[in-house]
Nanobody, 123 residues
């Protein structure tokens, strides 16, 4: 079992930056592939980024590649999402997720989820 808690969301102007954090507790963080997803009103939850539990390999959705950076600090049990050049269409609730010894990019493959943090980008 692992519990996840996101933080760092907020309101930012287009072109600005935010850094989200997700802290895990309850299990061996380094054994989990970690992902970030987002869900806008009326839309399905969609994959944004993931980072491997094994070697730190990262994966990105095309819409955020080059703007968002996922990283992890196993000593702090924390995964981060640095978001730059934000756009109004990035507005959503952002969720982190954990998968034991896997690094999937599909929503259904993650075992544990945080409660989400709201990111709002104004134009």
């Amino acid at each position: 079992q692992v519990q996840l808690a996101e933080s760092g969301g907020g309101l930012v102007q287009a072109g600005g930056s935010l850094k989200l954090s997700c802290t895990a507790s309850g299990s061996t963080f380094s054994s989990y592939g970690m992902g970030w997803f987002r869900q806008a009103p009326g839309k399905e939850r969609e994959f944004e980024a993931a980072i491997s539990w094994r070697d730190g390999t990262t994966y990105y959705a095309g819409s955020v590649k080059g703007r968002f950076t996922i990283s992890r600090d196993n000593a702090k049990n924390t995964v981060y999402l640095q978001m730059n050049s934000l756009r109004p269409e990035d507005t959503a609730v952002y969720y982190c997720a954990a998968a034991l010894r896997r690094t999937p990019t599909s929503f259904s493959s993650y075992n544990y989820w945080g409660q989400g943090t709201q990111v709002t980008v104004s134009s």
